[in-house]
């Protein structure tokens, strides 16, 4: 408990930084994994290259491997002088959104062909089509595997904490070069995590619940 108590700032801030990471590179996910699910089925044969290169690239990068490209390379070619906070999001967000393109994709892949027949017909476009008709009813199917993936994405936001982004993996580098035992180290920052991805599941089953009354 000591270990805890006479270091709650730096705990505190480094629980503070995990949640932050994780909701922004959430974000980032979110609307990117719809945008290029949107461009996988896009009628449009450029878009649909683009969508697939994007899933098949990052999908079978090494997450680590991402970092080390969006802190070192990024910087040096495209913003130079971004926070590491902003870069360490970026690459959470862009490698998670290829996972959220394919769980949406197969989602948009569970509505009968006919709703988008039936759309087109009377003279709604895809963009039109996809929004208002696919999309709403696909989200039923997509949610409890969406809820895997942010999860997945609070876990993997650890390695933010070896490119000197503040979060729980940065404390407990922290605590372990102060010489304090590893084990309740590791315990505090364990419970840090299970707070995040209880509240993450949570959220998802809630969500979950109110989309099955509205069926």
Known sequence: MNVLL???SEFRDGFIGTVEITAVSSVIALVLGLLLAGFRVSPVPPLRFFGTAW???????PL????LVFFFVVPEIFFPGMSPFLLGSLALGFYT????????RSGIN??????AEAA???GMTFTQTLRLIVLPQATRTVIPPLSSIFIALTKNSAIAGAFSVTELFGWQKLMSDQGYDIVPVFVWVALGYLVVTF????AFRLLESRMEVAR
């Open 64 to 67: 680590t491997l991402l970092f």
């Open 97 to 104: 959104a290829s996972f959220v393109c394919e769980t949406v």
């Open 199 to 202: 509240a993450i599941s949570g």
């Open 120 to 122: 087109r017909s009377i």
């Open 6 to 8: 006479d270091n709650f």
């Open 110 to 115: 569970t509505v009968p062909l006919g709703q």
């Open 55 to 61: 899933v098949t690239l990052l999908r079978n990068t």
